[in-house]
């Protein structure tokens, strides 16, 4: 894996996270299972629609971690009861991740017809202007 050299300035500080999270997402970016969509369905509305067809609700999870949206999905065992003469769907696991930039936030989840949908919204943040006080002597 190629390891990413984040640019050394003396003006960028504190930026040793956005390195992580591009080797994060560098990572991520590997994996080919479940195929996906991300749409940009009005200008702050985001969807990733993800193919999981064979799933249920109950088969998949959704979490939000440190600007992270990790999508993982794991099918119940059918059960020894069940003989198969010939097996050609395969019950499989996957786990996605995607990067979420400050001020994307989740509303909502929803699988219809073996397509998840993931709904996100950017909010704009309030610009925040500070004083700093100068302490003399």
Known sequence: MTKFAFPSHPLLLGFEPLERLVERTAR????????????LREPNLYVVTLAVAGFAA?????TL?????????????????????????????????FA???GVEVT????????????LE????????????INRG
């Open 108 to 119: 909502g989840a929803r699988l219809d017809n073996g397509l998840l949908e993931i709904m």
């Open 65 to 97: 971690e440190d600007r992270q949206l990790l999508v993982r999905g794991q099918q119940a065992d059918p059960g020894a009861d069940r003989v198969f003469l010939h097996r050609g769907i395969a019950t499989r696991q996957f786990r996605r991740v």
């Open 28 to 39: 991520a970016g590997a994996e080919g299972y479940p195929p996906f969509n991300i749409e």
């Open 100 to 102: 979420l930039a400050e």
């Open 122 to 133: 950017r909010r704009e943040p309030e610009t925040v202007v500070r004083t700093i006080p």
């Open 58 to 62: 109950d088969d998949i999870a959704i």
